[in-house]
């Protein structure tokens, strides 16, 4: 291949490399040129043109893009119409992509002249999605090099594949305690019939039993008994150890543990069993939310039939530190606004109007956990965190709290109603915010806990603009509290009635639902007893 200045005379055949406008025609890069080209360029008084000529031996981009295509793709993926020197690979199905590295790096490091990009490996390819894209670079290539890439190419499976999804009929064992309300396990359920969905796979049988290994052991059987592969099995207590209650009854079952923990974060705690034929997993906490964790990547794998063992999870630790992609996003949309957008404005409502039944005639708020009133401490997180204001709603015994919180820049408003519950509480905490809030974090009075740092961690991740608007923190799959509202809902919210807050809100706005990981149990700590105030200030026996 020559490139370079060629008289327009003698420059039929020549193929341009750069686009040229002459008269108000157009001569595109890459065009190659005709007897009817150079007239028009002698017309246009262009004596040189740049461009390529091809030598012997030369085989045009699209004719090398092609034949390098051709030999990676395999017979699940559809190989493009060649242009301008590049040739996609596109999936057929849904499914996962399976990558020969090795063969990518040896065509990619042999010479510049051809490049190739692909998926990751094991990534998920929707049907007529592009997988991989092979370019190029010059206009044309030797044909030795072309044979040298096809060679690298080869081999006993093809270099580029996607593994379809095989639809599955899984199974969803959940074990509960009186401790966990069935609303989480409905909510679980939920999640879990989407995730299989998505995958081209349902959720035929479910089935709920106590923390036991028995109650496990012959839930499994049914679960194989109705033919269900995978079956997995959500404890109500997070799996510790193999010794647990869970993979003992898998266990005793003749199950074999395959890979307990994984380094993927959130999804540390899966476990991978084998039972006969039959794959078993014990799934991880953050199983009951719906955002990406390594329960997906092992779902992908089996569901597409590839085999899993113990070295694929444990190799997973490179780019497996999923918690960490919403900040990275944060980050970059806090890059990308404009400078002049406005602050938001967030202002905190502490609901502090309960009358404490459940501990009897104490009040609650007023109890010092850790030698401070808990309504004090919640105070206290929220003055030093960003919100822009903050307003106590006060009930049962309200001289008594804003004795207990003066001196503090707070606004209290008082909720005479408070005994009908705590809708009543949030409509008169919401009605009281001024015009010009974007949003409003409700606290609750009896969680102590809950720090500063996590207030400010849910209103970092508030973006109304991306619909990014009712903001909660999680941890293992359970959602707590505080809750961060756009004013959008504060409409919807001053219509709330009884002792059930804005749940309703949340199951109808489902999708703009923004969940911020936490490391702690604060989301969850309420303290409503005698006995849970012990245990807040660490008494033995309590």
């Known amino acids: 291949m020559i490139f370079a200045q060629f008289p327009s005379s003698e420059a039929e055949g020549v193929i341009l490399a750069h686009t040229m406008r002459l008269n108000g025609k157009t001569l595109k890069k890459g065009c190659q040129l005709t007897a009817l080209h150079l007239e028009l360029l002698n017309q246009a008084n262009i004596d040189?043109?740049?461009?390529?000529?091809?030598?012997?031996?030369?085989?045009?981009?699209?004719?090398?893009?092609?034949?390098?295509a051709s030999e990676l793709a395999g017979e699940q993926l559809l190989v493009g119409k060649p242009i301008a020197g590049r040739c996609n690979l596109y999936a057929k199905q849904h499914g996962l992509t399976l990558i020969d590295k090795s063969r990518i790096d040896a065509i990619n490091l042999a010479d510049g002249a051809i490049a190739i990009a692909t998926l990751p490996d094991m990534a998920e390819a929707h049907a007529e999605q592009a997988v991989a894209t092979i370019k190029i670079i010059p206009f044309a290539v030797q044909k030795s090099l072309v044979d040298s890439a096809v060679q690298f190419a080869k081999g006993d499976q093809p270099a580029i594949e996607v593994r379809p999804y095989k639809p599955h009929n899984a199974a969803l064992i959940q074990t509960r305690t009186s401790a966990l309300k069935e609303s989480i396990l409905d909510?679980?359920?939920?999640?879990?019939?989407?995730?299989?969905?998505?995958?081209?796979?349902?959720?035929?049988?479910?089935?709920?039993?106590?923390?036991?290994?028995?109650?496990?052991?012959?839930?499994?059987?049914?679960?194989?008994?109705?033919?269900?592969?995978?079956?997995?099995?959500?404890?109500?207590?997070?799996?510790?150890?193999?010794?647990?209650?869970?993979?003992?009854?898998?266990?005793?079952?003749?199950?074999?543990?395959?890979?307990?923990?994984?380094?993927?974060e959130p999804g540390n705690m899966l476990l991978l069993a084998r039972l006969g034929d039959t794959t078993i997993i014990n799934l991880?906490?953050?199983?009951?939310?719906?955002?990406?964790?390594?329960?997906?990547?092992?779902?992908q794998r089996i569901l597409a039939g590839v085999k899993v063992v113990s070295e694929d999870i444990m190799g997973m630790g490179v780019g497996g530190l999923i918690k960490d992609v919403a900040h990275s996003e944060r980050r970059h949309r806090l890059a990308a606004k404009p400078k002049y957008q406005h602050k938001l404005?967030?202002?905190?409502?502490?609901?502090?109007?309960?009358?404490?039944?459940?501990?009897?005639?104490?009040?609650?708020?007023?109890?010092?956990?850790?030698?401070?009133?808990?309504?004090?401490?919640?105070?206290?997180?929220?003055?030093?965190?960003?919100?822009?204001?903050?307003?106590?709603?006060?009930?049962?015994?309200?001289?008594?709290?804003?004795?207990?919180?003066?001196?503090?820049?707070?606004?209290?408003?008082?909720?005479?109603?408070?005994?009908?519950?705590?809708?009543?509480?949030?409509?008169?905490?919401?009605?009281?915010?001024?015009?010009?809030?974007?949003?409003?974090i409700v606290l609750l009075g009896d969680m102590p806990f809950v720090t500063k740092n996590q207030i400010n961690e849910l209103i970092a991740e508030f973006d109304p603009t991306l619909e990014r608007d009712i903001v909660m923190p999680i941890k293992d799959g359970r959602r707590g509290n505080p809750v961060l509202w756009s004013k959008r809902y504060f409409v919807g919210m001053q219509k709330l009635t009884g002792d059930v807050g804005a749940k309703t809100i949340i199951k109808e706005h489902a999708a703009n639902v923004w969940e911020v990981p936490i490391s702690d149990e604060a989301i969850f700590s309420d303290i409503d007893t005698r006995e849970e105030l012990g245990r807040a200030n660490g008494e033995t026996g309590a």
Not at 237 to 263: L, N, R
């Open 284 to 299: 991880p906490g953050c199983s009951r939310s719906p955002k990406l964790n390594g329960l997906d990547w092992v779902l």
């Open 345 to 440: 404005r967030i202002a905190a409502i502490i609901l502090a109007a309960g009358s404490s039944r459940r501990m009897g005639e104490q009040n609650k708020l007023l109890s010092l956990v850790k030698g401070v009133p808990m309504v004090v401490s919640v105070a206290n997180a929220a003055l030093a965190s960003n919100v822009e204001s903050i307003t106590v709603v006060t009930g049962h015994q309200s001289d008594k709290l804003e004795a207990a919180l003066t001196g503090r820049n707070l606004n209290f408003v008082h909720n005479p109603d408070y005994a009908s519950g705590i809708a009543s509480s949030v409509k008169i905490g919401v009605a009281s915010l001024p015009d010009d809030v974007d949003g409003a």
């Open 187 to 264: 909510s679980t359920y939920e999640v879990t019939q989407g995730r299989m969905r998505a995958l081209d796979s349902e959720v035929v049988f479910q089935q709920r039993c106590e923390h036991d290994v028995e109650q496990v052991k012959a839930a499994m059987q049914q679960a194989l008994d109705q033919g269900c592969n995978p079956i997995m099995i959500c404890g109500a207590g997070i799996t510790v150890d193999t010794g647990d209650v869970i993979p003992s009854a898998i266990k005793a079952s003749g199950g074999e543990i395959i890979q307990f923990g994984m380094p993927v």
């Open 48 to 68: 040189l043109v740049t461009g390529v000529k091809l030598e012997p031996g030369d085989v045009n981009e699209d004719q090398a893009a092609e034949a390098v």
